[in-house]
């Protein structure tokens, strides 16, 4: 696709219909872990505008732990995993409180998600998570999610929101991201380094990435910093989707498409959600090494992956669970769903279809993994 000019983007944004915006703890909160009424009330007017004007609006936001260490007693973020979900169960409530009071406020209904990565794995699950989200816009009220913190341990868990938020954006289909945070926009190294500049337009966010010197998070609230944002940047421009970054002040603006912040292009058309879905955030479980042929037949791109093609299974997951599908000498080839549990996949290597039917029986006589669960890497 040719590369879009800024006001293309800017326009983009500024026309979309569903459109996903993500907010950071630090724009939301006092450094004491405490909510701060006053931020969260005006992103809500300049979302409640979007939403009353037409727009179907989700908002992913950040918070729980920075709203609710305050009234446990914490000076300050708690490291420890049980404090931090002890945080976030308290936290949760006083910012969905604060939401629907807000949102009630134009007459707009919120609804809360609360997602763990597992649930970003599992197909069955991202499905329901796609039609409750559907759903909700079709109803005209206001999805409001985060990550379920307090069921998300250090192991397991996206930490901060801003590659969550890439992925609600596939799953709704959104025209636009908006990625707000504590700083204007994104700058040629950390702000806080005397060289750095304002970015105002990013073509090509790949290209990008290797020229920017991207740092950890600014404030004693926030997590990924801005290296976890230009990731969610990257998987929105790849996946189609235009996307801004900017402080919260600016989210009014942002969404009207005026330049401020950066925006970022996107530079794929569109693809299927649940391919991207697979791609980005399946985590996979496990190996099959593809033989020489099968890792051809996987390169060229239509291909399902057939037992007779695998040497060798590793790893344990379920039928559902995403896996890397390997060549001989170690190379990822592509990532996909398996369709048999791993304890059953040692029996059928090495056999085709035929034989699979012939010793093992009718449901057995499926690829390992379907070509419409499988995206190359
Ligand atoms: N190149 C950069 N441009 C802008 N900000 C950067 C850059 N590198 C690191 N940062 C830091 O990223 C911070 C935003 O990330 P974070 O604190 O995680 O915010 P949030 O809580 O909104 O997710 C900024 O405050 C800034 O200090
Ligand atoms: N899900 C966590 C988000 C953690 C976090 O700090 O995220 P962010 O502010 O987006 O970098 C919470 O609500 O506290």
Redesign the pocket.
């Known amino acids: 696709m040719n590369t879009p000019s800024q006001a293309q983007v800017r326009r983009a944004i500024a026309e979309a219909q569903t459109i996903v915006v993500k907010v950071?703890?630090?724009?939301l909160t006092e450094p004491s872990g405490h909510l701060d009424p006053e931020r969260l009330n005006a992103l809500v007017a300049a979302l409640a505008r979007v939403r009353l004007m037409g727009g179907r609006v989700v908002l992913v936001s950040?918070g729980a732990i920075a709203a609710g260490f305050g009234s446990l007693g914490f000076d300050a973020r708690p490291t420890d995993v049980a404090d931090q979900q002890a945080c976030a169960a308290v936290g949760q409530g006083l910012l969905m409180a604060q939401y629907e009071a807000a949102f009630a406020r134009y007459g707009l209904r919120v609804g809360q998600i609360l997602i763990t990565v597992s649930d970003t794995i599992a197909p069955q699950q991202y499905r329901n998570v796609r039609r409750t989200l559907e759903r909700l816009l079709d109803l005209g009220a206001v999805p409001i999610i985060n990550e379920n913190d307090s069921l998300a341990s250090n192991e397991i868990r996206f930490g901060?929101n801003?590659r969550l938020s890439a992925l609600i954006a596939n799953i709704v289909v959104a025209d636009a991201l908006v990625l707000l945070?504590?700083?204007d926009a994104?700058?040629?190294?950390?702000?806080?380094e005397p060289e750095?500049k304002r970015i105002a337009y990013v073509p090509n966010v790949e290209d990008a990435l290797e020229k920017?010197?991207?740092?950890?998070?600014?404030?004693n609230?926030?997590?990924?910093?801005?290296v976890t944002?230009m990731e969610a940047a990257r998987v929105a421009a790849v996946s189609g989707i235009p996307s801004v970054l900017t402080c919260a002040a600016n989210a009014g603006p942002a969404m009207m498409g005026d330049p401020v912040g950066t925006a970022f292009a996107p530079i794929h058309d569109r693809g299927s959600s649940r391919r991207l879905w697979i791609g980005f955030a399946a985590h996979p479980f496990g190996t099959l090494v593809a033989d020489a042929g099968a890792a051809k037949a996987v390169r060229g791109g239509a291909a399902s992956l057939l037992a007779a093609g695998v040497l060798e299974v590793r790893g344990e997951f379920a039928a559902g669970d995403a896996v890397w599908i390997d060549d001989e000498a170690g190379n990822h080839l592509a990532k996909g769903l398996a369709g048999f549990d791993s304890e059953e996949i040692p029996q059928m290597l090495g056999r085709n279809t035929a034989q699979l039917k012939r010793f093992l029986g009718e449901e057995y006589a499926h690829p390992l993994v379907h070509r419409d669960n499988l995206v190359l890497v």
């Open positions: 950071g703890s630090s724009s950040s901060d801003d945070t504590d700083v994104l700058y040629t190294a950390p702000p806080s750095s920017v010197q991207v740092g950890g998070t600014g404030s609230v926030g997590t990924g910093g801005m944002k």
